[in-house]
Every structure is written in structure tokens, then in C-alpha cells.
């Protein structure tokens, strides 16, 4: 079982920056992606960015050369850092972890941190 957590959301004016974070721990052998996901009132969850155990990241068009991916595998966490926040940026984002355990493989989501950007 693979508990997230997330923290580090908050109300940024536009142009602004947050940093999020997200903490994965329980019982598994590995972590094989760990990713961000945000979804806004009346819209479908969407992927923001994910990043592999081998580092590889991808990125939401939306937020490519704004936002960055960080992972620690030793501490089987992961950071998004956000740079020249948009209005259009204001959502839940969710962490989400894929992992390989003793049952087999397992997804598990965080309960959301609020990102609000506005004047």
C-alpha cells in the first residue's frame, strides 16, 4: 500500500512561483513514476508533468519551459516547481505515484493541494 502526500500550494499573484511537494511512503519495492496532475472546477483531471525512475520528465504543453519536475529517489519524493503562474494555472493539483509491491502494482493519489493564481 503506497500513501502520497502532498503540500505547498497557496494564492500567487500572476507571474508569480510556487514550489510543490509531494512525499510517497508504505510498503513497495519501487517507485517506477511519479507525476503531477491538476484538475479545475468543471474540467477533467489533467497530466501537468511526470517523471520516470530514470529521470526521463514530460510536460503538459501548457506548462512546458515554465514548469520544472524534480524527483529524489532516495526519498522517494517529488517536487514541481512552477514559475510565471497564470490565471489559467489555478486548480487542484494532485500527486500520483506508481509503484511496484508486494502485491503487485499499484497506483495511489494524494488528496490534492489548492493552487489559486489571481490579483
Do not use: H
Not at 511519479?34 to 503538459?60: C, D, F, H, I, K
Amino acid at each position: 500500500q503506497v500513501q502520497v502526500v502532498e503540500s505547498g500550494g497557496g494564492l500567487v499573484q500572476p507571474g508569480g512561483s510556487l514550489n510543490l511537494s509531494c512525499a510517497a511512503s508504505g510498503t513497495f519495492f519501487s517507485i517506477y513514476v511519479m507525476g503531477w496532475y491538476r484538475q479545475a472546477p468543471g474540467n477533467q483531471r489533467e497530466l501537468v508533468a511526470m517523471t520516470s525512475s530514470a529521470g526521463s520528465a514530460t510536460y503538459a504543453d501548457a506548462v512546458k519551459d515554465r514548469f520544472t519536475i524534480a524527483r529524489d529517489n532516495d526519498k522517494n519524493r517529488v517536487n514541481l516547481q512552477m514559475n510565471n503562474l497564470k490565471p489559467a494555472d489555478t486548480a487542484a493539483y494532485y500527486c500520483n505515484v506508481g509503484a511496484n509491491g508486494p502485491l503487485g502494482v499499484t497506483n495511489a493519489w494524494g488528496q490534492g493541494t489548492q493552487v489559486t493564481v489571481s490579483a
